[in-house]
Structures are given as structure tokens and as C-alpha cells.
């Protein structure tokens, strides 16, 4: 396959998932704040975990687990 024939494809796949977000967000039945707010939440816990090692902070999302070194003590480990 050439390389004019894959970039139109891929083109054509990114205007269709374009499209559909697009469709899904200007719905009746779309409930597009909470996605957005859903988005904003998923963001800061990944950006809270990521930097939980520098900052000594938190646990992970969605879990009662520490971030550390605690599964160093575990046995087999």
C-alpha cells in the first residue's frame, strides 16, 4: 500500500470519529457538561498520580492503595 493511499484513510477515519464526538456533543440527549466534567476529573487524577512520587502525596485514583514503595515488602518481591 502506498503511503498517499494509508494517509487517506486515515483521513477519512479521522473525520468519521470527528464526526461522531461532534454529533454526540450537539445531541438533545448529550449530557456534554458532564463529559466535560467527567474529562477535568480524569485529568487531574492522572496529573495528581503522576506527580505523587515528587510530591510524597495522595493515593492512587480510585483505590485505598499508597503510593510507595509498599509493594517492596510484599513477599516474593
Known amino acids: 500500500m502506498s503511503n498517499t493511499l494509508i ?3 486515515v483521513a477519512i477515519l479521522t473525520a468519521v470519529v470527528g464526526l461522531a464526538a461532534l454529533a454526540v456533543l450537539v445531541s438533545k440527549n448529550a ?3 458532564g463529559v466535560f466534567q467527567a474529562g477535568g476529573s480524569a485529568f487531574s487524577s492522572m496529573l495528581s498520580a503522576a506527580t505523587a512520587p515528587v510530591t510524597g502525596g495522595g493515593t492512587m485514583p480510585a483505590s485505598n492503595f499508597p ?3 509498599s509493594w517492596m515488602t510484599q513477599p516474593g518481591f
Request: charged residues 10%.
Open 7 to 9: 494517509e487517506a484513510l
Open 67 to 69: 503510593i510507595g514503595n
Open 31 to 33: 449530557n456534554t457538561a
